[in-house]
């Protein structure tokens, strides 16, 4: 006998049993249920990364680990088990034709969580009536942003990805390389989560003061949107001299700095995405409940922009705006305590994802299978029964 | 959802308590009481407080000796209490009638919507909020208070020896401590409600009811108490009276608020120094107005106003001082509102024909503008629907379907006692049918939007489930099932309703604002919990009566009832999996992500993850009968997980009594499901073991045998 | 092969592939290709105080923490003497100052409502901070003072080593300070640093100190923690004892915005708390007239005209009475003047039984409100008073506003 074949065959009865199946369907549930119990104490981007999005992971229970399966693992190996057991067995057998569809749309959910998985980017652009934008930034990924006035007010922009300098410390700084630059950027330091303040005469700063300030790393803020992180750069110029600055998620402005006559400045940020087409929010509408703060409804009545046409365009609860790729969501407002006239700004998530409608059309596939499926079933059980004495 | 108290809350709490101490000083010494000290105590809210201090000392002794009991001579009339109960409020975002604010109101200060006065007799809440609001004396002496922990009590300084640990308590005798729990509250408010202690969240819970009943209480106070002028003043000449009534006040607020100006840009000091007392005047009318703060009785005008708020008699006062003068109507209810306070007279009795005559005047003065509005066109069936308790006699009929059914446990052979319990049943099903359908009407909404409603849909959807299912193979088993699924459902939905003290009925906030969406997902899903949990109920069943009687027994009976568990599976796989991916859409479409893992969506997988699991597992042969009927159980517990758990996970759902009662609830459910699990292993030992003993049986008994092919 | 191995080989065949298709790349991070954006509020050039959100520039949106409620750190005005540096204003420090030369040096203004413990509390725990034993009690209210922000302040002024927040001890510091105490609310000016530096810059902390005042005093009466009605009641206090010195040579007759002409024979007495000028009158300096100016309608006439004739044993006024006052023109409008006989006491416990009060109250409007109300109380023994009856009428008459 060949035995490649045999391994084949092998191969194709484990990857099709219902064993395997069970096996995954089990793992896939201690998971999830591990990890909605996880997030209680270390919030949910931790998690999804740490149980869902990953091959293995070990979960702790006291000072006990216990190694799992992760999400893509559990959930690849159970696409390959739907394709050839759920599949490619099926095929030729009787009265099957109801679960192959409901297989189907399962891989569609598959196909389109894998989309997304890989190619799409969210985060929110965040207007005040009036304003206009066109770009949006990432809720949780970091860029490190080298910026050049231009003469006509735009900005020349350089950008490096902010988990590349996650490992940077004093003795192996990460260095960042401008291809054409007079200079080379070195970050020192990378935290996490950091708080700025003031150097007081009375206490030790633990890292570098630069300009009267410096940073003071803080814990995890269990929602990862709300770590400030912030980096210690170098500046060094092909003379060897150098300048130290001071970044920080949240300031205001970026660090300026000069090298050989020309301005530069080093912003570290949300990462930035820019949109095909410019957004300006008109007005900001919100209702309460009445005699309540309860919110009955907001909505942003923005113009979109797209260089050739412009049109207007309400945005609100459940009903997102669909343009060029990108759906833009009324995500929430603020500031939170605003007073009655204080002017609000809205924010708008937005989402770049290819496989946006792909879940819909796998709803109604699973949905038309099961029915057929089990009605059928159900009409015989239920005719059988009836003509039961 | 969170009644996370807001950090100043208690601020201005703390101005209506003093008011009310003031209220109830005045109407216990004279009635006539000076300009002078009246605007003093009024202007300077902690100088009334002090004066209420001393009291506070000696509380103990003082405290537990209890007025004279005086009953009651005339009870309010018929047409009050059906008038009153139907007087439209807003009150939560929406237009309800009275008499489901009064239920809910003292649902959520007594734990339960009826209360006893001082001498014991029963009330129930619209007596009892028409005496808060008429005579608040009276009322104060009524223990509605409910205090969990006599810890609480003891936090505010008050004895607790002549009480039970748990006790009900009333205003009168927590008054002394009022100062002191506002005090600790405010404190406790800034405490995250899941860090609290027990004690903590206990008196931030009574404060709120204190303030609650507070604002009841003094509703009212505008309409008892006229303004005192002082004599001989540009005030009294103005409008020829020594006394105003806060009508007058509303009446004439543009004329005031031009003399206010006239006189704050006179030359003459005097003139000027007329315009304090007019400002004191103002002032004191504004903190009686604002003791009213939630009872707001009167719609605005539809003819002059589109505004939504209806209005406090307050904001009618400083509607008028904004240059918008109050319309006829609304003065004739403010002027109806001051009859009704009148109407309590100066022996502290009421007379209750005056009250009647006022509340009907108050009423045909609101009525026409919230109809002409269209926002009464289901008030009278809301109070039809509370009226007719629909949901109660459900309960009565799947007890009784409950009892008929053990019967007929007992006596297999009779025929009628099976028919007698599916007629009980029925008639449940069709009660539950009808509320739940009122109450669509009456919110214009899907069957179910809030938790509550989770549970009358699933109660009722299960029944149905099973009635068909009785239909169908008129086995017996789904009917005794169904009876007990609604019994059992129907406790938890009024369960539910004491612990969360609040209108069933609420509005939404905006994501869930959409029929669309609350039609299909949560309709979906909630069918699915359904079939989850009469699955669980079936399958425990099985392993019970697995257990008594051992399948060899009666082949037929298991196979059948093994087939109704995987039927049951099934269907509710269908609604699960189209229900959660439903909710996955929702979701893209309000936060523009599918699929968050969030804990509520993973609860809901959690449940397809089962179902399928289940199914996979009985095709595959690793699961028989046996293992289904456990494997539905546990199922079972995962549905619950997914319905109430994982609103626990975070942060407490609405207080801490309320999250402890459903987590009681929960884990009880999760130890019942659990054991009949290990019920279920100690059937397959035995089993295999009778197996291994008499090697003649087929192994088709065995719970988990490789060899023998799926049931089906 | 049998089921288990050819399972183990599967997963070995999935887990490699995974492998190969996980392996992570480890290049060093480059700066991506240029490219051009509009610039959407990028500013360039900041300062790093105004990039943290340490200063309050306009257009920065400040991140620094205010104090929610009460006066913020742009509610003072000051002169910055040479060599010191502002430093972002904390919670409590609304102001921050620190010096060039050495980064221990800290000047601070805290404001607290209510006393603190009054002013041996206060003292005791500056000089627990310096590692001095307590003073003894009542010596504390014994130190000199000064003035903190036109309020009466205790003066400190110790040495030793400091150890502020926690932080290790420093020794040869030396702290000076002014503390003004009042149960309505204080004020805490503290100056700390090495004691040389300290020494040589005591000139600009005095300084410094003098021109420390209120930006808006009228935007906010009492919210520097002085309500003007408390500080009404302490400039009767302080109007105790007449002071029978001979006046030094007389001051401009113009103050606070106003300007008079004094009757002959009026001598002016020292300057004092809360009072425009005062003047002794009589033989022997016996009686005693004072200006007060105070914000908006200073309480009101009533309150105040009645707070007056209970300083005389009188009762309030009646409404009748009140409208029965004689008014007077004077600065633009109309003066009420009243009269009081009886026995005068005063807050410090002095007592003329047969004494007799002429007051004054006169408030200049601005469209309606009134800006400022002035007050003019003159009073005495009744024989030598009545002889001034015309005079402090020609005196409330003579009040003019002056810029």
């Known amino acids: 006998m060949n035995p490649l074949r045999t391994i084949g065959t092998g191969l194709l009865r484990v990857f099709s049993s219902f064993r395997l199946s069970v096996t995954l369907l089990v793992f896939l549930g201690l998971l999830t249920w591990l990890g909605t119990l996880a997030q209680v104490d270390r919030g949910l981007y931790e998690v999804q990364k740490e149980y869902f999005e990953s091959l293995f992971l070990v979960h702790r229970v006291g000072a006990l680990g216990i190694p799992l399966p992760g999400g893509n693992l559990v959930l690849g190996l159970l696409a390959v088990n739907i394709l050839v057991g759920g599949l490619w067995r099926m095929r030729g057998r009787k009265n099957v034709s109801g679960v192959i569809v409901v297989h189907v749309g399962i891989l569609m959910l598959f196909a389109a969580g894998l989309v997304k998985l890989q190619a799409s980017n969210d985060g929110h652009t965040t207007l005040y009536e009036g304003e206009s934008k066109s770009y949006f930034q990432s809720y949780h990924e970091l860029e490190l942003a080298l910026l050049r006035p231009l003469a006509d007010g735009k900005i020349e922009e350089r950008t490096v990805d902010g988990a590349s300098l996650a490992h940077a410390n004093p003795s192996h700084p990460a260095v960042v390389d401008g291809q054409g630059l007079p200079f080379r950027v070195e970050v020192t330091r990378y935290f996490e989560n950091a708080g700025v303040m003031p150097k007081g005469p009375m206490f030790d700063a633990p890292t570098p003061v630069i300009d009267g300030v410096f940073a003071r790393p803080k814990p995890r803020e269990k929602l990862n949107e709300q770590n400030g992180a912030a980096v210690y750069v170098d500046v060094i110029a092909a003379d060897g001299s150098v300048q130290n600055g001071l970044l920080w998620v949240y300031d205001a402005h970026p660090w300026t700095f000069d090298v050989a006559g020309e301005r530069y400045a080093l912003d570290l940020r949300r990462k930035r995405f820019p949109m095909p087409f410019r957004v300006s929010l008109e007005r900001f509408r919100k209702e309460d409940h009445p005699r309540t703060g309860m919110p009955r409804w907001f909505s942003s009545d923005v113009t979109v922009d797209s260089g050739k046409s412009s049109r207007l365009v309400t945005i609100f609860m459940n009903e997102p705006l669909r343009q060029d790729g990108l759906v833009l969501y009324q995500a929430s407002w603020g500031p939170s305590n605003a007073r009655p006239g204080d002017p609000l700004f809205s924010s708008l998530a937005v989402v770049r994802n290819p496989s946006d409608q792909w879940p819909l059309w796998g709803c109604i596939v699973i949905a038309a299978g099961l029915l057929w499926h089990f009605g059928r079933k159900l009409i015989r059980h239920v005719s059988r029964e009836v003509a039961r004495p | 959802m969170n009644t996370q108290l807001s950090l100043n809350a208690f601020l201005p709490l703390r101005r209506t308590a003093v008011l009310l101490l003031l209220v109830g000083s005045l109407a216990l010494g004279s009635r006539a009481v000076s300009a002078a000290p009246t605007l003093t105590a009024a202007a300077h809210p902690s100088a009334t407080a002090v004066q209420a201090a001393p009291e506070a000392a000696p509380i103990a002794p003082a405290v537990r000796a209890r007025p004279a009991v005086t009953a009651r001579k005339v009870d309010w009339s018929k047409t009050s209490l059906v008038v009153a109960g139907s007087l439209p409020i807003q009150d939560g975002g929406r237009v ?26 029963k009330l129930d809440s619209m007596r009892w909020l028409l005496d808060t609001f008429v005579d608040p004396r009276r009322s104060g002496e009524y223990p509605i208070f409910q205090v969990q922990d006599s810890a609480t009590v003891h936090a505010i300084g008050l004895e607790v020896d002549t009480k039970k640990k748990r006790d009900r308590w009333s205003f009168a005798e927590l008054r002394p401590a009022v100062p002191k729990l506002f005090d600790l509250a405010h404190e406790y408010s800034q405490i995250e409600g899941k860090n609290r202690t027990t004690m903590q969240a206990q008196v931030v819970m009574l404060a709120e009811a204190v303030d609650i009943y507070l604002g009841l209480a003094g509703f009212l106070d505008f309409a008892r108490m006229p303004i005192p002028l002082s004599e001989g003043g540009i005030l009294a000449q103005e409008f020829g009276t020594a006394r105003l009534n806060f009508s007058d006040l509303v009446r004439r607020g543009g004329d005031l608020s031009a003399l206010r100006s006239r006189l704050e840009k006179s030359d003459d000091p005097l003139e000027r120094e007329a315009s304090r007392e007019l400002a004191s005047v103002l002032r004191f009318a504004a903190d009686l107005g604002r003791a009213s703060l939630h009872v707001a009785l009167q719609p605005p005008d539809a003819v002059l106003s589109a505004r939504e708020a209806w209005h406090t008699p307050g904001e009618l006062l400083s509607s008028a001082f904004d240059g918008m003068p109050a319309t006829a109507a609304e003065l004739a209810g403010l002027v109806a509102l001051e009859r009704l306070g009148a109407s309590l007279g100066s022996d502290n009795t009421v007379d209750m024909a005056e009250a009647e005559a006022a509340l009907v005047a108050l009423d045909a003065s609101t009525g026409p503008i919230a109809a002409a509005r269209g926002e009464t066109r289901r008030l009278d069936l809301e109070v039809t629907y509370y009226r007719l308790d629909l949901l109660m006699y459900a309960l009565a009929a799947y007890i009784l379907a409950f009892v008929l059914a053990a019967f007929s446990w007992l006596r297999p052979a009779a025929a009628l006692l099976p028919r007698l319990t599916f007629g009980a049943a029925t008639v449940g099903t069709l009660l539950m049918v009808v509320a739940i359908t009122l109450r669509c009407i009456i919110r214009e909404r899907p069957p179910v939007s809030t938790l509550y409603e989770t549970l009358l849909f699933v109660t009722a959807t299960g029944a149905i489930i099973g009635l068909s299912m009785e239909l169908i193979n008129r086995r017996r088993i789904a009917l005794y099932a169904t009876a007990a699924l609604g019994m059992v459902g129907m406790f938890l939905s009024n369960g539910y309703e004491t612990l969360d003290k609040r209108d069933t009925m609420p509005s939404l906030v905006a994501v869930l604002d959409t029929n669309f969406w609350l039609a299909t997902h949560v309709t979906v899903i909630t069918i699915g919990y359904a079939a989850g949990v009469f699955a669980a109920l079936l399958g425990s069943v099985y392993i019970v009566v697995r257990l008594i009687r051992g399948r060899a027994s009666a082949p037929e009976f298991f196979t059948s009832l093994g087939r109704m568990i995987y039927g049951t599976l099934a269907f509710g796989l269908v609604f699960s999996l189209v229900g959660t991916i439903l909710g996955g859409i929702w979701a893209n479409d309000s936060w523009g992500r599918f699929w968050g893992w969030d804990p509520k969506e993973n609860g809901a997988l959690l449940i397809c993850i089962s179902q399928v699991a289940i199914l996979h597992a009985r095709l595959g042969g690793i699961l028989r009968e046996l293992g289904i009927a456990a494997a539905a159980c546990f199922a079972g517990t995962i549905v619950a997980f997914s319905w109430f758990g994982t609103n626990l996970l975070g942060v407490g759902l609405h207080s801490y009594g309320f999250t402890e009662g459903i987590n009681s609830a929960l884990w009880t459910y999760y130890g019942i499901q659990w054991s009949i699990c290990a019920l279920a292993l100690v059937v397959g030992v035995r089993e295999a073991s009778m197996v291994k003993s008499q090697v003649s049986e087929p192994p088709a008994t065995s719970a988990r045998g490789r060899t023998t092919t799926p049931a089906t | 092969m049998n089921s288990i191995q050819r399972t183990v080989f599967a997963a070995a065949v999935v887990f490699g592939g995974f492998l190969s298709w996980s392996c992570g790349h480890d290049e060093s991070p480059t700066f991506s290709e240029p490219l051009t954006f509009e610039n959407f509020g990028t500013r360039f050039g900041v300062s790093t105080s105004e990039r943290f959100g340490f200063s309050s520039a306009p257009g920065g949106a400040s991140a620094a923490g205010a104090p929610a409620q009460g006066p913020t750190a742009d509610a003072f005005l000051y002169d910055l003497p040479e060599g010191w540096v502002e430093r972002a204003p904390t919670s409590m420090r609304l102001i921050n100052l620190g010096h060039e030369d050495d980064p221990r040096v800290e000047l601070t203004l805290v404001l607290l409502a209510g006393d603190g413990g009054g002013i041996g509390a206060n003292v005791n725990r500056w000089r627990g901070q310096l590692g ?38 420093e020794s040869d510091f030396r702290m000076v300070g002014l503390l003004a105490i009042d149960v309505a609310g204080s004020a805490f000016l503290k100056f700390t640093g090495p004691a040389a530096l300290i020494a040589t810059e005591l000139a600009s902390f005095e300084a410094f100190a003098a021109s420390l005042r209120v930006k808006d005093p009228d935007a906010a009466p009492g919210s520097v923690g002085v309500p003007p009605a408390v500080s009404a009641t302490a400039g009767d206090a302080a109007s105790g004892a007449p002071v029978v010195e001979a006046p030094e040579a007389l001051l401009p007759n113009s103050k606070d915005g106003l300007s008079w002409t004094p009757p002959s024979g009026w001598r002016q007495a020292p300057d004092r708390q809360m009072r425009s000028v005062t003047y002794l009158l009589g033989p022997q300096g016996e009686a005693e007239c004072y200006v007060a100016v105070l914000g908006g309608d200073g309480g009101g006439l009533k309150s105040n005209l009645d707070r007056w004739r209970q300083q005389m044993g009188a009762g309030p006024l009646s409404s ?20 009081v006989p009886g026995a005068y006491r005063g807050m410090s416990g002095e007592r003329v039984e047969d004494a007799l009060m002429l007051g004054a109250v006169l408030s200049q409007t601005n469209g309606g409100s009134a800006e400022r109300t002035v007050f003019v109380k003159l009073v005495g023994p009744t024989g030598t008073v009545e002889a001034e009856r015309g005079a402090f009428r020609a005196f409330v008459q003579s009040l003019e506003g002056a810029q």
């Not at chain 3, 903190?148 to 502020?164: I, K, M, P, Q, W």
């Open chain 2, 96 to 121: 309800k009638p009275l008499s489901t604010f009064a239920n809910f109101t003292l649902l959520r200060l007594n734990g339960k919507s009826t209360a006893k006065d001082q001498a014991g007799e």
């Open chain 3, 132 to 169: 001095l034993a307590p003073l003894p009690e009542g010596e504390a209210e014994g130190l000199p003072t000064g003035t903190l922000l036109g309020e009466t302040a205790v003066r400190f002024d110790a040495s030793g080593a400091y150890s502020g927040m926690g932080s290790t001890a």
């Open chain 3, 320 to 339: 009748a009475e009140l409208a029965g006052l004689e008014r007077v023109p004077s600065l633009g409008g109309a003066a009420v003047l009243i009269d």
